[in-house]
Every structure is written in C-alpha cells, then in structure tokens.
C-alpha cells in the first residue's frame, strides 16, 4: 500500500487503542481504590451505604444489579437470575424505580462513590419466558414471539437464523460461532451486528452514563463478536462532567469466563477495556485452601507470572455472584464467606497486592442444600418479603447487616484492607518474607506491610517491612481508634525491622499496618 494509507492505518489503529484505553480507566475518585458489588440491594439502600459507610471508608465505587426491566418468576420464588433475563430498558427493577435509581446515583456520586453498572446487552428473557406482562416494570412482551415493544424488538432482531445448531442453542463451546451467534440456556440472542440493535443498546448505556454513572461491567462479553461490542462502546457519550473531568470515557470491564483451553480468549477484549480475570479467584482459592500442594509461598510473583492478563486489563475479585454458588469458573476452589476464616486472608491478600482493579462482594445468605457436590438452592433470590418484594438491609449496632444480608464489605478486616489498599496505592511490591511453606509477608514500598501465616504452627519472626520507626496498630485484629490501637500493636525499630507472633490458631492469623495506622 502507498504511504498515505499507511498512515491513515495507523491513524486509524491509534485511535482504536487510544478509545479502549480510556476504557480501561475506573475514573475512580480522590486516592480510592477498590469497588464493592453490593448484589441484589435496592437502590435506597445503596445510597444510604454509599453516605453512612462507602464514602467515609474510601470505596470508590459500587457494581449494582442490572437495573432495567426483567422478567418475574412468581412460583412462588423470585431467583436472583430473573435479574439476568431483560425484557426491555425501561429502568424499573426488583431494586426500585428509576426515580430511585436517578437519587441514588447522585447521593454516591456527592460522596465520591461511583456506580458500575451491570448491562446485560448479548440477549433478552429466556425462549420458555412466555408472555404477558409479568415484568418488573408490567410491560407486555411476548417469548415466543420474539416481540418486546416496549424497547421495540421483534423476531429481526435476534440471531436465530445464524445459528447453526438444531435447538438453537450452545451446544459446543469449541465452536466460537455457536457460542457468539447461539442461544446461551436458551436465552433469547440479540443480533448485535444489526445497527438498530446497535443503536438501542447504547441509548440505554447512553441514558445512565447521562444521569451519572462511571461504566458498566459488560454480562456475558465472550458471548458476543469483539468488533459488536467496540461499535456500540464507541456510541457511549462521555462520563457527567457534573462529578467527572471533561472527556471522561466510562470505564468498560467484561466478563469473559477464561481458564484457558477454550477458543474464545479474554485477550480478545483487552483493546475495549478491562476484563474479569477468573484465574484470579481460583488460583488463589486453590493457593489457601493448600490444594494440589499449592503453597503460599509460589506466590512470590502473584499475578502476570502466574499466566494472569497483563496488569492493566485484568479486574480482580476473590469470588463473584456466579462462582459463589458453583456456577460460572473456578468450582469448589473458590472462597466465599462461608469460609469466613480462609475468605477474610484471600480478600486481604487480594487488596494488598498491587496486581488488577480490584472488587470486593457483599452477599446475602441462602439456604445450602449440597447434593452430590451441587447446591440445590443456587436460584434464591435476595431476602424478600412474602410479597417477593426485596427486603430493606438493617444495620445492627455492631455495624454488620441483619435479615440475611451478610455485608462482607463491612467486616472490619475487609473494610480496614479497603483502607489499607488506599494509603499504599502506587508503592511497589517489596520486602518479601517466605518460610517456604505458607507463611509469607510483604510491603508496598514504605506505606504498608502484611504478614500471613496459614500453615498450621505459629509464626514468630523478625522482618524487615520498609516502614518508618514507630507503633503501629494492626488493622485486622483492630485498628487505631484516637491515640490507642483496639487490636495488636506493633514497634518498628529505627532499622525498619519488626517482630511478629501470630498462632495458626488466632481468629485472623493475619496483621497487616499502613503509615495511616501509625501512632
């Protein structure tokens, strides 16, 4: 080719990358660092967490549940997937009304708290969805039909006649055009490649990043073509300059189920924004729950040089919505909080490392009923009222949650880890220890230090942790509170080094300071 189309490629390309990049940007506030997924909570409640505990805490920002209209199970249950299974883009939903959706944004973003949401774009209900108006918002609608008026879609706008399998679903994932082009469960496939679908979904994203949200976390990206996805990323306006710098792009991450041996790649996405990296959680389920003679100590050079994305594209979460409950990635490695003691290390661990964007999640409990290695009850919808209305989240004195919300974001070793991540942001990883089993500690340049010891013998060692001489208060077993620590205190002597003893039988064997728990 001449010179002059080189160069338009190039300019071209630049300006590929260049958009993605900006994607890949949290657009988080003032030194904050992590998000919180509160799932399944209504939006008055997320705007009161956002004043009473996310802002003052230095959260930076929430994932909320898809919050257009979805389809209604009433038999009698309401699963938690109902949310999963649109019928249209209105914004009413199980979590509250789009007034409500509206203040909520507004009340976080006056707090400096951002909200993520989670778009659910690749389909609508599922085929079996029947019709009627059995909605969140009442809209009639029509499964079988394949006709949605209230957005409007009808049969055109779907992929069926694409896909090339006899039910019209998956039913090999090593076909990546079955996986793009067929139904997902039987999940009504949009066609993304048409501009009128193309252009309906950004008018939704369009209509929330105008009332302020930050991004989107993307459901379901390995399920659509790359270049639909970058067509209707490129449609998003600009973040509100009300809370955001002028020519803010909102931050984009897709979830892309990779473990390795599919034919779909996360690294497919990395040019749009960040991905969910699912090695994550269950590479370091495995490393803590000492399975496969996995050790702590391998953890040296956590994240890229455990086959991990690049830094820069990967957001990182110890578990999820899904894998919690045995779906998704990661199976019975995946720590939940249910495991509260294992879960409280992986979620600390996960904070003090520098590696990915990291999200914490907060849950509600469901009745188990483990059968054959499967939980039975893996569709319970969120803590409801007989009415199937999702209930109200109650704050008890000691600061958890009642009434079956368990809040993990608000226990205290994760809260003060959100901190901790915080003060040490943009410190290298430095001054590691290892005993080489499952005893390990590291700094964060001279901000911060962590030591665990999850063998099952006691700990008892003097390190160097390249912080400054003083008392510190150590932030999982308490924290500094005035001029006293509630929990351990720990001396750094003028040469930077520290004594530490923590018995493998402690209820968090685990200490961690930062140069804002000093004395």
């Known amino acids: 080719m001449h010179e002059g189309e080189k160069s338009m490629k190039l300019i071209i390309l630049v300006a590929l990358f260049g958009l993605g990049f900006t994607q890949h940007d949290p657009n988080i506030k003032d030194g904050r660092t992590a998000i919180v997924h509160l799932f399944e909570w209504r939006w008055a409640d997320i705007a009161a967490e956002c004043e009473r505990f996310l802002g003052p805490n230095g959260f930076g920002g929430v994932q909320i549940s898809p919050p257009n209209e979805h389809i209604v199970i009433n038999n009698p249950w309401r699963p938690w997937w109902q949310r999963y299974q649109p019928i249209g883009y209105n914004l009413c939903s199980r979590s509250g009304s789009e007034d409500e959706l509206r203040e909520m944004i507004t009340r976080c973003n006056n707090v400096g708290v951002n909200i993520y949401v989670d778009a659910v774009i690749n389909h609508m209900c599922g085929a079996g969805g029947g019709e009627g108006t059995h909605s969140s918002c009442g809209s009639w609608f029509s499964a079988s039909k394949q006709d949605f008026p209230s957005v409007p879609y009808s049969n055109w706008d779907f992929n069926g006649n694409k896909c090339k399998t006899a039910s019209g679903d998956i039913e090999n994932y090593g076909d990546p055009y079955q996986v793009r082009d067929c139904r997902l469960v039987s999940l009504l496939d949009l ?28 459901d379901a990206c390995k399920h659509m073509w790359p270049g639909d996805l970058d067509n209707v990323y490129r449609r998003l306006h600009n973040l509100n300059t009300k809370w955001f710098p002028n020519g803010s792009r909102p931050f984009i991450f897709q979830e892309v189920i990779d473990l390795g041996g599919e034919p779909i790649s996360s690294k497919e996405y990395f040019s749009l924004g960040r991905v969910t990296e699912f090695k994550y959680g269950a590479k370091l389920g495995t490393v803590f729950r000492k399975w496969n003679g996995e050790k702590l100590h391998y953890t040296r050079n956590w994240g890229e040089g455990w086959g991990f994305m690049p830094d820069g594209n990967a957001l990182v979460f110890v578990d999820n919505h899904d894998n919690q409950r045995g779906h998704g990635a990661g199976g019975a490695s995946i720590i939940t909080f249910w495991d509260s003691r294992l879960y409280k ?10 590696y990915g964007v990291a999200r914490v999640m907060s849950s509600f409990r469901w009745d188990r009923h483990i059968v054959n290695g499967k939980d039975q009850n893996d569709w319970m919808g969120p803590p409801s009222n007989s009415d199937g209305s ?5 704050i008890n004195p000691d600061q958890t949650c009642g009434d079956g919300w368990v809040c993990e974001h608000r226990w205290r070793q994760i809260k003060n880890m959100v901190i901790f991540r915080n003060v040490v942001n943009g410190q290298p990883h430095s001054n590691w220890w290892d005993n080489q089993s499952n005893q390990v500690a590291f700094g964060r340049g001279d901000r911060g230090f962590i030591i665990f010891n999850n063998d099952d013998w006691d700990l008892d060692v003097t390190l160097n942790t390249g ?30 080094r520290a004594h530490f003893r923590i018995s493998n039988s402690d209820e968090d064997p685990f200490v961690a300071i930062h140069a804002q728990s000093k004395l």
């Open 191 to 218: 066609a993304l490649e048409k501009d009128y679908v193309r252009g309906k979904v950004a008018d939704f994203m369009n209509k929330l990043i105008d009332m302020g949200v930050a991004g989107f976390r993307v």
């Open 467 to 496: 912080m400054p001489a003083g008392t510190y208060c150590d932030v999982i077993s308490g924290q500094k509170e005035g001029n006293s620590c509630t929990g351990k205190q720990i001396q750094v002597g003028n040469d930077g």
């Open 345 to 354: 290390m992986a979620v600390g661990y996960m904070l003090a490392h520098p």
């Open 390 to 394: 999702t209930k109200p989240v109650p």
